[in-house]
């Protein structure tokens, strides 16, 4: 039997009171209908018709959760492990809108990656609406496709990161209702690509350089892919015209073993005995475009291979790519580096089965480097060189301040020019007065070639990487902070039949339809500091405001946690009309609760009064707005998870909100007594329901409290048990 209790005026339905029965039952009974069914939204019904249609699958939990806050008219960055569907849902929600007559552009960040989102585009949609600016046009082909672009004859425009930054200007005057740009990584590389966005959407020059959105004045939706974004100041403005800001996540859904070999010569020779034991599906990543042919010329006697590179021309890549599908050859070889064209925007998962790394992937700094540095680098290298106790004081105020970042630069260059090195944690090499500084961001990117989620699970996959002992530990030490587990091990130590029978059950297992393995969840806390110090223990969040309240969103591994707080308790007892907030109903005692208002003149907090009943004032707070956002999102997500505090308070304020939230999905409450990341995960791992002897031992202080008060001659109104 659930605790009896009525909400005053917070029918999410009718506006009036409403028992908790009725939102256990999920029934307004002053308007006999489905709560849930209300908050429900039927242009996204409408678009999972529209997707089972065109593709013969289900939307996934994700999805849902995307095309519902699109539908609510915000603009966001997709915070998702690779392998989600990211990119395919931009090109079906682009499609849906498209037959809608309204004009959508799609940027991704290469033409290979272009190649593979026209196909798809083509076999969903109507091509005489698609405009692609396609890598093997010829003149005449080219000419028609700006004619197009100048007249507007099109609802889909597909291009290049590139082409934006090169021919915007041709672009001018065209307004998009949406926008998907597809690793928003390679579109933050140039600043400017912020503003001909926001310009694309209908913001005026003076709106940007006002940072003001002019209200009543359409503007088109931008849904932004993201995986190690390092957005400038120029993204900012997304923020401040678009009500988001753009995240990266350190974490990564994975299925894989990840090997370091010892290997300080004849490293091309351990590549062929791996690819002989492996066989098909390998990528071979090396450091530089030379070096790809170098390893080709000492492989290619033995394995069939071919180089993916820049020097070759579009249709050479696309014909090597296909042989390699077709099993025509084993092995593709590329460069390791941030946008080498096999490290993004290659996704087949049935093919790619394992990666070899010819040298750890990583990036050199000399003095040269520190003199042209960007604040974040050097905030980079000071980190390193953390030891140097005046680089360790700075630490906190490179970003901010000037001076003190023209310091660090000059402590630097005087490590390197003393060779001070020693001042350097373990997780670099020097070589040659330089430091190499293992890349784990491409490494993470390159790897997870190999292991992705697809039709219902995630594809095991395989990584060898082959280095000299020094640059394999480096690599090692800064793993760990990638929570990374690199197994070291000679090859002759590798059991290649098991790990070849795994990575092939996992792939005849993919197409079988089970349970979502990343699912969107909110997760409520008290306090706001709580909720942004949770969300930066997995990076950088994602961040979108509904009525000023921000959302912080992460990847936590099973989860996309929305992250946000309920400042306390959301409701109290009544004032007015009840004993003490308690309604005798059939000889039972019903607490009456309505939302937490609080004075902007004076801090007064009351509950049923429409003005402060001290001063007068309008209330400058209604934790109304912040429940029915939790309501919003709850039915975003289909699942609620509450961290509130450990303690009878924290119970009462979970109990409160799953009663809403409990309407729209699923409802789980984690716990946790310390606030670090391994607690938060552990919470994740053991979640457990609301204790309703708690939330009843609270409910009878509550009124102890509330009725000694009265019976003190205490003020009630503006006394008793608040947040």
């Known amino acids: 039997m659930c605790i009896p209790a009525i909400y005053k ?47 013969n699958f289900k939307l996934s939990l994700l999805q849902r959760y995307w095309v519902c806050k699109l539908l609510e008219g915000l603009s966001f960055a997709v915070i998702a492990p690779t392998g989600t569907g990211k990119t395919f849902f931009g090109l079906m929600y682009s499609t849906f809108l498209a037959e809608k007559n309204k004009k959508c552009y799609i940027i991704v960040p290469t033409t290979l990656l272009l190649m593979q989102s026209y196909e798809k585009l083509v076999s969903v949609s109507k091509e005489e609406r698609l405009l692609a600016f396609l890598p093997r046009m010829n003149k005449e082909e080219k000419k028609e496709f700006f004619l197009r672009l100048k007249r507007g004859e099109f609802d889909i425009l597909l291009t290049t990161a590139a082409f934006l930054s090169k021919h915007f200007d041709k672009m001018k005057g065209i307004i998009f209702d949406f926008i998907f740009v597809d690793d928003v990584d390679a579109v933050l590389k140039a600043s400017r690509n912020v503003e001909r966005l926001l310009m694309l959407l209908g913001f005026s020059e003076r709106e940007i350089k006002k940072q003001e959105r002019t209200q009543g004045k359409h503007h088109g939706q931008l849904v932004v892919s993201t995986a190690t974004a390092k957005p400038g100041k120029k993204a900012l403005l997304f923020n401040r015209l678009l009500n988001f800001s753009v995240g990266s996540s350190k974490e990564a859904v994975r299925n894989m073993d990840e090997y370091a070999i010892v290997c300080d010569k004849e490293r091309a020779e351990t590549i062929k005995n791996i690819i002989r034991k492996m066989g098909y599906g390998g990528l071979v990543f090396t450091a530089t475009e030379e070096e790809a042919y170098r390893v080709h010329k000492k492989i ?21 790519l296909q042989e390699f599908l077709n099993k025509e050859i084993d092995v593709l070889i590329g460069v390791s580096s941030p946008y080498g064209l096999l490290v993004r925007g290659i996704d087949y998962p049935l093919s790619i089965r394992y990666a070899v790394f010819y040298g750890v992937p990583h990036f050199r700094i000399g003095i040269k480097d520190i003199k042209e540095s960007s604040p974040k680098m050097l905030l980079l290298l000071a980190s390193i060189f953390r030891k140097d106790e005046s680089l360790e004081r700075n630490m906190p105020y490179i970003l901010s301040q000037p001076k003190t970042r023209e310091a660090v630069r000059e402590k630097l260059i005087e490590i390197f020019k003393n060779r001070e090195f020693h001042k350097a944690r373990e997780d670099i090499v020097v070589e040659n007065d330089e430091i190499l500084i293992p890349d784990i961001s491409t490494y993470l990117q390159a790897s997870g070639r190999t292991s992705r989620i697809f039709a219902g699970c995630v594809t095991k996959g395989v990584s060898f990487v082959l280095d000299e002992e020094k640059r394999i530990q480096a690599f090692e030490n800064r793993a760990r902070y990638y929570d990374l587990k690199i197994v070291k091990k000679s090859i002759d130590e590798i059991s290649f039949t098991d790990l070849k029978r795994e990575i092939e059950e996992t792939r005849r297992e993919s197409g079988k339809p089970e349970e979502d393995i990343i699912k969107p969840a909110l997760f409520v806390v008290e306090s706001p500091t709580k909720a942004k110090q949770i969300s930066r223990f997995f990076g950088k969040p994602a961040v979108f405001m509904i009525d000023s309240q921000p959302f912080y969103e992460v990847i936590t591994g099973r989860y996309v946690l929305i992250i946000s707080s309920s400042l306390g308790h959301l409701t109290d007892l009544v004032e007015r009309g009840y004993y003490h907030g308690v309604k005798i109903e059939n000889e039972r005692f019903v607490p009456v609760y309505s939302t937490i208002k609080k004075c902007a003149s004076d801090g007064v907090q009351f509950v049923e009064y429409e003005r402060c009943p001290k001063c007068g004032s309008d209330p400058g707070y209604n934790a109304r707005s912040r429940l029915y956002n939790f309501i919003k999102i709850a039915a975003m997500t289909g699942c609620t998870i509450i961290a509130t505090d450990p303690d009878t308070e924290g119970e009462k304020i979970a109990w409160d909100i799953a009663n809403f939230t409990g309407a729209v999905g699923k409802i789980k409450r984690a716990e946790f007594h310390e606030i670090t990341k391994n607690a938060v995960i552990q919470a994740l791992n053991s979640l457990r329901e609301i204790n309703e002897n708690l939330v009843k031992a609270q409910i009878i202080s509550c009124l102890l409290y509330t009725s000694d008060a009265a019976d003190d001659g205490e003020s009630v109104d503006l006394g008793g048990r608040r947040i």
Do not use: H, M, W, Y
Request: charged share 35%; net charge positive; glycine share 2%.
């Open 300 to 320: 290619s006697q033995s394995v069939k291979c071919k180089v993916i590179s820049s020097r070759v021309s579009k249709k050479e890549r696309d014909k090597s």
């Open 9 to 55: 005026s917070l029918c999410p339905v009718c506006g009036g009171d409403i028992t908790v029965k009725e939102l256990e039952n999920d029934v307004c009974k002053e308007r006999n209908t489905s709560i849930s069914s209300i908050l429900s939204s039927k242009a996204c019904k409408e678009f999972e018709e529209f997707f089972v249609k065109k593709t």
